[in-house]
């Protein structure tokens, strides 16, 4: 079964600094797709960012980006110029096919301080 | 926005009645979910359709059931409810031909 691990259950980090968030995950599958979800106070699931197992190349959403490493099934998520907007919490997620379930980390809480 | 409505948006119940949230959507999408969050968990599924009538377990699929009798509605039933559901539901849906989830905002459900 695939399990989605995020080791950092909460962090703060001044407005302007750079923030990474860790994920990792378990899965024996090839391809598959990972995503960034953002959930700030409003409690509303906001898609941030996404990387298709395939392709090499990061994503990346302009201050979003992504540090994929698939041979060590990591998948952090990098915020640039952080932004006291970008205050939430932060789920990475796992999907193995386009047929298949969505699973969901613990999430990470993200403070960002004025 | 894909167009997803959850009802109701609170709702406070008793413990051993039956309680049916709806997830609605416009845009006859396949793919539904639904979660629940509880605070040190993240989201974990409970179910999940892929057509209508075509519906899967979750990780945390037991005390609940699901029905799809049309492509936009998802059902979402607490056979008999307990303290131990209580937390809040989000429902999803997955648009055709595309990876990522759109979530409804959510519904707070309290057992007491």
């Known amino acids: 079964a695939q399990t989605v691990t995020q080791s950092q259950p909460e962090m703060s980090v001044q407005e302007a600094e750079t923030v990474t968030l860790s994920c990792t995950y378990d899965t024996s599958e090839n391809n598959y797709y990972l995503f960034w979800y953002k959930q700030p106070p409003s409690r509303q699931m906001i898609l941030v960012i996404r990387?298709?197992?395939?392709?090499?190349q990061n994503a990346t959403e302009n201050r979003f980006s992504v540090n994929f490493q698939k041979a060590a099934k990591s998948f952090s998520l990098k915020i640039s110029d952080s932004q006291l907007g970008d205050t939430a919490m932060y789920f990475c997620a796992f999907m193995r096919n386009r047929d298949d379930k969505i699973i969901f980390g613990k999430g990470t809480r993200l403070h960002i301080l004025p | 926005d894909a167009g997803i409505t959850q009802s109701p948006r609170h709702k406070v119940t008793e413990t051993g009645t039956p309680v049916t949230l709806r997830c609605h959507q416009t845009e006859n999408h396949r793919y539904m979910y639904w979660y629940r969050q509880d605070p040190g968990h993240g989201l974990r599924l409970i179910h999940y359709s892929y057509g209508v009538k075509d519906t899967d377990k979750g990780e945390v699929s037991d005390g609940y059931s699901v029905s799809r009798s049309k492509t936009e509605d998802f059902l979402l039933t607490l056979e008999s409810a307990t303290s131990s559901q209580t937390s809040v539901y989000f429902c999803a849906i997955r648009v055709t031909r595309r990876t990522e989830a759109f979530f409804g905002q959510g519904t707070r459900l309290t057992v007491v």
């Open positions: 990387q298709e197992a395939y392709k090499q």
